[in-house]
């Protein structure tokens, strides 16, 4: 889910300096016992079919490729910790988080997604959402600390506008503050721009109490990002991007200007909890869990999402002649790569999947399925296999770091007997590639804003 692209840059970068007091995130945590926020993240069953997932990720990488909003360094400290839920049981590859917002709080389920900057949640009064039971949207009248940000108020600059309407259309005295964040692919959420009171769990399991969280509270929603198969029970987005009204940035002020989570393996029964945890963990534990680093990049023309460098790629310990340019960002600002919570599959630009789709077929001893999944181009026959023998993939970062997931993470199950290569190309001249969330279960993933870096193993998801 990617950032509008009808908002000013100039206006933006101007807004941030109004941002330093909109969520002063007053929380019932201890500084002192340097605690971290801990939310689960929720993923049930795979999604309907990996055809379907495929389609799904291809409208999101249409609207990915949008630009977004800018980000800005405040203050750290201590961290925050919480689960997430992968979306399968519902149809969609994503995973949730749960999060409960209003006085009294109700438990609300949102996409967690790196790849965007707004948190927003369908509200009561949605027109075109079929809303009726509670948990399938957010019932604003039934909480006393909802409100509305007014259409004069600083932080209404923060958020995107109809195209052909200025913040305050008219001049009454309630006027609200209106946002529309619109998508490439068309998609979009209008509502209201609001602040409300949000619950969360420490470390230490004591409960934070949040003031001030601002999020849109959306009354219309349509396009196949937002309403398709990839959204089923989801009731919003929480938005992780770089930007500053993201969930990670609001939090990450009072908490170190950290997150991480870990994405479990979804197909495991019964599932293991994913979690996402807002805050960072001790330069001890760092070591303990062997972390490895790489830098984040910054791409000024689309300043939302996550960039790292890939240097090189080996299969079975064969490096690949892929040239490096390849793996860059160009003027336009097209190319790179990013880490992507939200989208399913991996996706690599086109010279680079290619020379891995042909490492795979040389190297590949089990006899490939007769017929492709439609979608895919690399699937062999399992059947009667009692140890599959699987081509390994390692990506060589910058920071002299490695990445070397195992099969089970660019290998799936298209259908019985049948496993299919979950990546995909991407034209590098219009887009870029995405390390999506399959490629990155398993692994522990930091994102440090304040030093600009990526950290990641495999130890970390394990540790409580």
Known sequence: MASPSSISPFILFLSLFFFTHLCTTQLTVDAANKEYLKLPLLHTTPFPSPTQALSLDTHRLSHLFASSLHRKKVKSRPPLRSPV???????????????????PPQSLLLVADTGSDLV?????????????????AFFARHSSTFSPFHCYDSECRLVPHASRAEPCKHTRLHTPCRYEYSYADGSLTTGFFSRETTMLN????????????????????????LSGASFNGAQGVMGLGRGSISFSSQLGRRFGNKFSYCLM??????????????????????????????????????????????????????????????????????????????????????PAYGQILTAFRRTMKMPLSRELTPGFDLCFNETGLSRPSFP?????????????????NYFIDTEAGVKCLAIQPVNQETGFSVIGNLMQQGFLLEFD????????????????
């Open 85 to 103: 839920v992968s979306g399968a049981s519902f149809g969609s590859g994503q995973y949730f988080a749960d999060l409960r917002l209003g006085s």
């Open 120 to 136: 927003w949640i369908k509200c009561s009064a949605c027109r075109n959402c079929s809303l009726h039971a509670p948990g399938t």
């Open 202 to 225: 420490t470390s230490s399991g004591r409960e934070a109490k949040l003031k001030n969280l601002a999020f849109g509270c959306g009354f219309r929603i349509s396009g196949p990002s």
């Open 265 to 350: 393996d979804y197909t495991l029964s019964p599932p293991p909890t994913s979690y996402l945890m807002i805050g960072g963990a001790a330069k001890d534990v760092s070591k303990k869990l062997r972390m490895k680093f790489t830098p984040l990049l910054v791409n000024p023309l689309s300043p939302t999402f996550y960039y790292i460098r890939i240097r090189s790629v080996f299969v079975n310990n064969k490096k690949l002649r892929i040239d490096p340019s390849v793996w860059s960002i160009d003027e336009s600002g097209n190319g790179g790569t990013i880490i992507d919570s939200g989208t399913t599959l991996t996706f690599l630009a086109e």
């Open 392 to 408: 390994r993939l390692r990506f060589e970062l910058a920071g002299d770091s490695v990445f070397a997931p195992p099969p089970t």
């Open 449 to 464: 804003r304040d030093g600009s870096r990526l950290g990641f193993s495999r130890r970390g998801c394990s540790v409580p």
